[in-house]
C-alpha cells in the first residue's frame, strides 16, 4: 500500500480533488554527453511544484512546463513483484517536448512519472507528487502529421526493474581487465592456462645393466689374410 500524509488521505476520502500527471526526462546533450533533465506535466502554465525524490523519498521542487507539452499517459500496472512493466507517454510536437527529443540524445533517457493532487479546478497542489514509475525511454516515435493534423512524439517506457535481468557484458579475457583497470595483468595467461601441463615430483630413472661380453667371436677369422 502506497503511504500518503494526512492532507492527501483526507482529500481522497472526500473526493474533493483534482489530479494531474507530471513526468520528468533526464537526456543527453549530443556534443558533450552531459545529461540535462527538463520536466512537464498535463495542464497549462508553467509551475514549480513539489514531488517526492524516488530515490532519496525526500520533498523537492521541481518546475514543470505545461500548455499542451505532455498529452496521455497509459495506465500503470501497480504489481508486487519484479516483472518489468511498459509505460507509453505521448506529448505533443509542439512545445518544448519536441525540442527536447530532437535537440537531445533521449535514448535510454530516464524518465520519472508522478501523480499530483491538487484541490478541485487545479488551484492548489494539496501533497508532493508521488512517483508512480521509473525506467527508461526505450523507444521514441516522432510522427510528423499531414497539413493541418496534430503531430505526437510516442515514448514507449519500460520500468528500471529490466536492469535485474541485464546481463553482464564483461568477459574473462585480459582484454577486458585491461580495459577495467589499465595495466592489470591477472588474466594475462586465462587464454593458455587451460593447455598447461604441470608436472610435480621427479622421474625415476632405472639404470639398465651393461650387455655381458660374448665368449667366442661369430666373425670369420682373418688372421691368415694377406693386408698388403
Not at 508522478?114 to 527508461?136: C, D, E, N
Not at 595483468?185 to 639398465?208: C, D, L, P, Y
Not at 645393466?209 to 661369430?218: D, F, L, Y
Request: charged letters at 25%.
Amino acid at each position: 500500500m502506497r503511504p500518503l500524509d494526512a492532507a492527501a488521505q483526507t482529500a481522497l476520502e472526500q473526493r474533493a480533488i483534482s489530479i494531474r500527471d507530471f513526468i520528468w526526462l533526464t537526456v543527453k546533450d549530443r556534443s558533450t554527453g552531459d545529461p540535462y533533465s527538463e520536466g512537464y506535466w498535463s495542464d497549462l502554465t508553467t509551475v514549480s511544484a513539489e514531488v517526492i525524490d524516488p530515490e532519496t523519498g525526500i520533498d523537492e521542487y521541481r518546475t514543470f512546463f505545461g500548455a499542451g507539452n505532455l498529452i496521455d499517459v497509459s495506465p500503470i500496472i501497480l504489481a508486487a513483484n519484479l516483472t518489468s512493466q511498459t509505460l507509453t507517454v505521448t506529448c505533443s510536437q509542439v512545445g518544448r517536448a519536441n525540442e527536447l527529443v530532437r535537440d537531445y540524445d533521449a535514448k535510454q533517457g530516464r524518465i520519472e512519472v508522478y501523480r499530483g493532487l491538487f484541490t478541485p479546478g487545479g488551484v492548489a497542489q494539496i501533497s508532493a507528487a508521488y512517483p508512480r514509475f521509473v525506467g527508461f525511454i526505450d523507444d521514441l516515435d516522432i510522427k510528423t502529421p499531414p497539413e493541418n493534423d496534430a503531430g505526437e512524439i510516442i515514448m514507449t517506457c519500460i520500468s528500471h526493474s529490466q536492469e535485474l535481468g541485464r546481463s553482464n557484458p564483461a568477459t574473462r579475457s585480459d582484454a577486458m581487465m585491461d580495459q577495467r583497470s589499465s595495466g592489470d595483468t591477472f588474466r594475462q595467461h586465462v587464454a593458455s592456462v587451460g593447455k598447461w601441463e604441470m608436472r610435480w615430483g621427479v622421474k625415476n630413472i632405472v639404470s639398465k645393466p651393461p650387455a655381458p661380453t660374448p665368449t667366442g667371436s661369430s666373425k670369420p677369422n682373418d688372421a691368415g689374410l694377406d693386408r698388403r
